[in-house]
């Protein structure tokens, strides 16, 4: 059983910076394969960006060259690093793992105009 809690959401105005991070708890963390995801207002939960054991990435397209995700496994966490935030990255973020599947509860981001 894996425990994952996000913290580091809050309110920001557009185009600051903010890092999330997502910390495990109860397994092997570097036996997983890591995601967040992000869920707005009256739409699906979306991937964001993914991170294997051996550390290469993903994006999808819509925060590509804004955000980075990185993992430190000695801490059992992986971050978020958003940079350049717009209105649209509004949502609850969430990380999960891949292979069994766990999630954590979320943090809200908010980024005003």
């Known amino acids: 059983q894996l425990r994952l809690v996000e913290s580091g959401g809050g309110l920001v105005q557009a185009g600051a910076s903010r890092r999330l991070s997502c910390t495990a708890s109860?397994?092997?963390?570097?036996?997983?394969?890591l995601a967040w995801y992000r869920q707005a207002p009256g739409k699906q939960r979306e991937l964001v960006a993914t991170?294997?054991?051996?550390?290469?990435?993903y994006y999808v397209d819509s925060v590509k060259g804004r955000f980075t995700i990185s993992r430190d496994n000695a801490k059992n966490t992986i971050y978020l690093q958003m940079n350049s935030l717009k209105p649209e990255d509004t949502a609850v973020y969430y990380c999960r793992t891949y292979g069994d599947v766990y999630w954590g509860q979320g943090t809200q981001v908010t980024v005003s105009s």
């Open positions: 109860g397994s092997t963390f570097n036996n997983y394969a």
């Open positions: 991170i294997t054991t051996g550390g290469s990435t």
